[in-house]
């Protein structure tokens, strides 16, 4: 990475030096594609998303553990009284009850109660008074929650994690798929544009040439004024279409380089790449959607709203839990004197919760996410087999280009006799001069057109590895 960045600053202080269109630096396509899935905006958002989720699926696998708690709260009250103490009811209640049992032919029940009675209201002032006084008081305590049956929530949960981080990872490939494709047509823009050039180059010396010709020609009297007119205007036109093809290069290098992660007026150039494109283009009638990203994205969507199903399902069956608290007291004063002492204390117990009813709630969310499952299976459905049209349609596509770029390459070389004919009888006085500029003109519109073939095989061969999943093969 720093050698790119070296890289990247000794190139923009070429590009902006004086000489900078004397030292351009030459690309490969691997390279535009290399340094354009290093620079890509989107891209790097892509990862962070998957990193994003990543995380999450690592969040939702803690709740397969205890979560344990501390916690301490300190109270300060200046609440405090007495709490009178009733012990000569107990004491009366209690002797009267034995008399009675002693010598029940002496005491009975109503003399009972009223012996009771009695001894209740001579023992009362001596009820004891305890005075307390709330005070500082510091409760600490650790708190354990474990779940041990939440009706699947905890799985599906889970599995909805892992199946984010795939469609995270999936959507940084389909990001990237898209950067490949833009990096190709721009690429193999500046190629067609540089072989554009080169076309309208040789086309404007053939007309030099034969300007020099008629001009001589002219000197000697042989044609008129208006036959060199006739050349002039087809040198004008032959200016014209090299301004336009030179143009055309400035306008795909800036695309080229705002692509890449270049300042647009970075000077650079690329590799021209004239081999024959019609024997080795990989494509095969056999080839299927099933490689495609978007293909395993809507699989995975898919996957997701089923899982949500069942991650509302849970929300309606019983959930059980294990809980333990332990906890340190201090305070309460009694009598002036410290009760607790950093008392421990500690329970533990089992939470069971089984829904019953909330407006049928549950069951409606439960029949939503359902219904969205079938929605999505549809949708993917539906979107397989549109992608297995666009395959088929690239296939044809690229098929036709074959036919057509072979048929150019023949057209070409019709054109490049017809021309060599035609020159032939001018030079003898066999033809005129506008059967001559015919034959110029043609064969620079079959040279073009063989340009353009050759792009649009490219560009299409592109297009349909992308629809069969053979990107990065």
Same mark, same amino acid.
């Given at each position: 990475?720093?050698?790119?960045?070296i890289?990247?600053?000794?190139l923009?202080?070429i590009?902006?030096?004086p000489?900078g269109?004397?030292?351009?630096q030459?690309?490969s396509l691997?390279?535009c594609?290399?340094?354009?899935?290093?620079t890509?905006?989107?891209?790097?958002a892509?990862?962070h998303?998957?990193k994003?989720?990543?995380y999450?699926k690592?969040a939702l696998?803690g709740y397969y553990?205890?979560?344990?708690?501390?916690?301490?709260?300190?109270i300060?009250?200046t609440?405090?009284?007495?709490?009178l103490?009733?012990?000569?009811?107990?004491?009366?209640t209690l002797v009267?009850?034995q008399?009675?049992?002693?010598?029940?032919?002496?005491i009975?029940?109503?003399?009972?109660?009223?012996?009771a009675?009695?001894l209740?209201?001579?023992?009362?002032p001596?009820n004891?008074v305890?005075?307390?006084?709330?005070?500082?008081?510091?409760?600490?305590g650790?708190?354990?929650?474990?779940?041990l049956?939440?009706g699947g929530?905890?799985?599906a949960?889970?599995?909805?994690?892992?199946?984010?981080? &795939?469609?995270?990872?999936?959507?940084?490939t389909l990001?990237s798929?898209?950067?490949?494709?833009? %990096?190709h047509?721009?690429?193999?823009?500046?190629?067609?544009?540089?072989?554009?050039?080169?076309?309208?180059?040789k086309?404007?010396s053939?007309?030099?040439?034969?300007?020099k010709?008629?001009?001589?020609? *002219?000197?000697?009297?042989?044609v008129?004024?208006n036959?060199?007119?006739?050349?002039?205007?087809?040198?004008?036109?032959a200016e014209l &279409?090299?301004r336009?093809?030179?143009n055309?290069?400035?306008?795909a290098?800036?695309?080229?380089?705002?692509?890449?992660?270049?300042?647009?007026n970075t000077a650079?150039?690329v590799e021209?790449?004239?081999n024959d494109f019609?024997?080795n283009?990989?494509?095969?009638?056999?080839?299927s959607?099933?490689g495609?990203?978007?293909?395993?994205?809507?699989?995975?969507?898919?996957?997701?709203?089923?899982?949500? %199903?069942?991650?509302?399902t849970?929300?309606f069956?019983p959930?059980?839990?294990?809980?333990?608290n332990g906890?340190?007291i201090?305070?309460?004063?009694?009598?002036?004197?410290?009760?607790?002492?950093?008392?421990?204390?500690f329970? %533990?117990?089992v939470?069971?919760?089984?829904p019953?009813?909330?407006?049928?709630?549950?069951?409606?969310?439960?029949?939503?996410?359902?219904?969205?499952?079938?929605?999505?299976?549809?949708e993917?459905a539906? *979107?397989?087999?549109?992608?297995?049209?666009?395959l088929q349609q690239?296939?044809?596509?690229?098929?036709?280009?074959?036919l057509?770029l072979?048929m150019?390459q023949?057209n070409?070389e019709?054109?490049?006799e017809n021309?060599?004919?035609?020159?032939?009888?001018y030079? %003898?006085g066999?033809?005129?001069?506008?059967?001559?500029?015919?034959?110029q003109l043609?064969w620079?519109?079959a040279y073009?057109e063989l340009?353009?073939?050759?792009?649009?095989?490219?560009? &299409?061969?592109?297009?349909?590895? &992308?629809?069969a999943?053979?990107?990065f093969?």
């Amino acid at each position: 990475m720093k050698k790119q960045i070296i890289w990247f600053l000794i190139l923009i202080l070429i590009a902006s030096s004086p000489s900078g269109l004397l030292a351009q630096q030459v690309f490969s396509l691997d390279s535009c594609i290399s340094m354009a899935l290093q620079t890509n905006k989107d891209i790097l958002a892509a990862q962070h998303q998957q990193k994003k989720y990543e995380y999450e699926k690592r969040a939702l696998r803690g709740y397969y553990f205890p979560e344990i708690n501390v916690q301490a709260t300190d109270i300060y009250s200046t609440l405090d009284g007495g709490v009178l103490i009733d012990i000569a009811s107990p004491i009366g209640t209690l002797v009267a009850q034995q008399m009675n049992e002693r010598v029940p032919w002496l005491i009975n029940k109503n003399m009972q109660q009223r012996i009771a009675n009695s001894l209740t209201n001579r023992l009362s002032p001596f009820n004891p008074v305890i005075d307390y006084k709330i005070g500082n008081v510091l409760i600490t305590g650790i708190h354990l929650t474990q779940p041990l049956y939440m009706g699947g929530k905890i799985r599906a949960g889970h599995r909805m994690g892992t199946l984010g981080v &795939k469609m995270a990872a999936l959507n940084e490939t389909l990001t990237s798929e898209q950067t490949v494709v833009a %990096v190709h047509e721009a690429y193999n823009l500046l190629v067609k544009a540089k072989e554009m050039r080169l076309v309208a180059l040789k086309y404007d010396s053939l007309l030099v040439q034969l300007t020099k010709d008629v001009q001589s020609a *002219l000197r000697n009297g042989m044609v008129s004024h208006n036959e060199e007119m006739k050349v002039m205007v087809k040198k004008s036109e032959a200016e014209l &279409k090299l301004r336009q093809a030179e143009n055309g290069i400035r306008l795909a290098r800036m695309n080229l380089c705002q692509i890449i992660g270049l300042p647009t007026n970075t000077a650079i150039d690329v590799e021209t790449d004239n081999n024959d494109f019609i024997e080795n283009i990989p494509y095969s009638q056999k080839d299927s959607i099933m490689g495609r990203t978007e293909y395993q994205l809507l699989e995975l969507k898919s996957q997701l709203a089923e899982q949500q %199903v069942k991650l509302e399902t849970s929300n309606f069956l019983p959930q059980l839990g294990l809980v333990a608290n332990g906890a340190l007291i201090d305070g309460l004063g009694i009598d002036g004197k410290k009760v607790l002492h950093f008392k421990p204390a500690f329970n %533990v117990g089992v939470s069971l919760k089984i829904p019953i009813t909330h407006g049928n709630q549950a069951r409606n969310k439960i029949r939503a996410a359902k219904e969205e499952a079938a929605r999505q299976r549809l949708e993917q459905a539906s *979107l397989n087999e549109k992608m297995a049209l666009e395959l088929q349609q690239q296939t044809n596509n690229v098929e036709e280009a074959q036919l057509e770029l072979a048929m150019r390459q023949r057209n070409l070389e019709q054109c490049d006799e017809n021309l060599r004919v035609s020159r032939k009888a001018y030079s %003898v006085g066999y033809e005129t001069l506008s059967e001559l500029l015919t034959a110029q003109l043609l064969w620079q519109q079959a040279y073009a057109e063989l340009v353009e073939s050759r792009y649009q095989l490219k560009s &299409k061969v592109v297009k349909w590895r &992308k629809a069969a999943g053979r990107l990065f093969y």
